[in-house]
């Protein structure tokens, strides 16, 4: 994707042993990219919000693994010690799924049989194939996502499409594309006249900072807006589709997705607007069936809520929003249970969100 007319991907390998992100913390004040060379450090990314969203914190977890090897200095007794790291790893982020897929995929094939060397190799070509594979799958949920805006332009006889959307599910969250934006930029580069309504998603405001900075980078009208202020819209007839991601859904069609999700599929619900979720399917727990008993919900520090982060004249600042010994609850995400979602776009196709429809994507 562009970035000042440039393109990047959000994670690459840049040499033996150094792996390169973009740090999305500071974006989009400033384009600053952070090496990467320890499994340390691919945590601290991960924990820190340096890379998020799932399938980019899934491959960030890969490349861990990976530099791991790379640091390992002893042959006796690395894959013990590679457990650990692997262990540490998820523990990083606990809601997004694609965190312990990845961390799994690659523990499954390092057995610790052949040499550390060959661990090693073997670990940075898993790395470098799940970038592929995730890369690919965002791309195909654009072409699978696109019809539905260029059906509802068609509706609208040429009339730009309004589409919400919630935090960021872009290509800062995934390698390239993104999930929940594919469609949308596969459907601008076919010329489908269209409009974002870009929640500002407090307390980290991944839409006003991220969102709306990648969708600017590519020519796409957008608008920055209150989170507060979607269900408006929706009454006012003024969003004709939402599209948001997922961190993790379940077999039957729960979605976790960044708070407030669960609101505006209400708000969605109420006002007879479609709701989608764009996900890979590498996002879709098997394990579990019931998204509000089964799905950890990530709890951040407060200071996320009790401070808002912003540009000044020197720079990054943050500045106190409540009073200095407000007690403070920052959960993370929010279920919004399968009878609120339309449909689920994913690689495969675009399916209701229940178990048998779910299960006949894998099966293809």
């Not at 989009?28 to 998020?52: C, G, K, N, T, W």
């Not at 089964?294 to 943050?318: F, S, T």
Request: glycine share 8%; charged share 25%.
């Amino acid at each position: 994707m562009l970035v000042n007319r440039e393109e990047y991907q959000t994670i690459w390998l840049q040499e033996e042993g150094r792996v390169q992100v973009i740090d999305q913390r500071r974006l989009p004040f400033e384009f600053v990219i952070q090496d990467l060379h320890s499994m340390e450090d691919a945590y601290h990314a991960i924990r820190d919000m340096v890379v998020r969203g799932a399938p980019l914190i899934g491959v960030t977890a890969s490349y861990g693994i990976y530099l791991a090897l790379v640091r390992e200095q002893k042959e006796e007794g690395w894959h013990e010690r590679l457990k650990a790291s692997a262990e540490k790893l998820k523990e990083a982020r606990p809601t997004a799924v694609n965190l312990m897929y990845a961390v799994d995929r690659q523990m499954e094939q390092l057995t610790g049989d052949g040499s550390l060397y060959q661990a090693r190799e073997l670990a940075r070509k898993n790395a470098d194939e799940l970038k592929e594979q995730e890369t690919e799958n965002c791309r195909l949920i654009g072409e699978q996502g696109a019809p539905l805006i260029e059906q509802l332009a068609e509706d609208k006889r040429g009339e730009p499409v309004n589409i919400l959307t919630h935090c960021n599910a872009g290509w800062l969250a995934t390698i390239n594309y993104g999930t929940a934006t594919a469609p949308i930029y596969h459907a601008h580069e076919q010329g489908i006249p269209l409009h974002v309504w870009v929640d500002e998603t407090r307390p980290r405001n991944q839409g006003a900072r991220l969102t709306a900075w990648e969708l600017e980078q590519q020519g796409i009208p957008c608008t920055v807006i209150a989170d507060n202020t979607g269900g408006l819209l929706m009454q006012k007839g003024m969003v004709d589709m939402v599209i948001v991601g997922s961190d993790r859904t379940t077999i039957k069609g729960d979605v976790a997705n960044k708070i407030g999700t669960y609101l505006k599929a209400l708000a969605a619900r109420d006002n007879n607007v479609p709701f989608y979720v764009a996900l890979t399917l590498s996002t879709i727990d098997r394990s579990i069936s019931d998204g509000i008993r089964d799905i950890p919900i990530e709890q951040r520090k407060g200071e996320e809520v009790k401070y808002i982060e912003g540009y000044a004249e020197n720079g990054l600042r943050k500045v106190l929003l409540t009073p200095q010994n407000s007690r403070v609850a920052n959960y993370g995400f929010d279920v919004t249970p399968a009878a609120y979602v339309t449909s689920l776009i994913t690689e495969k196709g675009i399916c209701k969100p229940n178990q048998k429809a779910i299960e006949k994507l894998f099966k293809s």
